[in-house]
């Protein structure tokens, strides 16, 4: 039965993204954005991050002052491919001002522990405010995920 309900769970996902992908090339043209699709980009190129609702405690007043109503949609893998309108775009912080951007500086320029970068902290403090964010429910996944972070960087770095 289980099994059952799965499928026609994914049926049904997969019909709701053929919809919205269809709503949006009408819409929008043939180069409205696709569920899940990917996009390549050249890193050294980014200079913003959408911060939406997680970060307001660790951002300087003035930024903690530009949320839009839809920063909890757009966080969501429910959210890609859809077309947003809104002042959702203004929920966005210098890369060099991003909390994780900064952990991951201090670990990988800086070749600080995870610990003493604030990592581990900081992420306790995110999954309080979000369960399972980056995959994450414990701190045994944080650990985890850091380890991963880790292995990514030494192979990008190759």
């Known amino acids: 039965m289980k099994r059952i309900k799965m499928k026609i769970w994914n049926k049904s996902k997969i ?3 053929f919809a919205r992908d269809a709503h ?8 409205a954005p696709l569920t899940a699709q990917l996009v390549f980009i050249d890193p050294s190129n980014i200079q913003f991050v ?9 951002l300087p007043e003035p930024l903690q002052k530009n949320k839009s109503i839809h920063a909890p949609l757009l966080g969501s893998r429910s959210a890609s491919g859809k077309v947003v309108g809104g002042d959702w775009d203004k929920d966005i912080i210098p890369l060099n001002q991003c909390p994780k951007y900064l952990v991951c ?12 970068t604030g990592g581990y902290e900081m992420m306790r403090q995110i999954l309080i405010k979000k369960p399972g964010a980056d995959g994450c429910h414990t701190m045994a996944d944080v650990i985890k995920r850091f380890e991963n972070v880790d292995n990514l960087y030494q192979y990008v770095k190759k």
Not at 105 to 116: A, L, P, T, V, Y
């Open 24 to 31: 949006n090339r009408l819409l929008y043209g043939r180069h």
């Open 15 to 17: 019909m709701r993204h």
């Open 50 to 58: 959408y911060y939406g609702n997680l970060w307001d405690e660790e």
């Open 105 to 116: 500086q201090k670990r990988f320029i800086g070749g600080m522990s995870w610990e003493d």
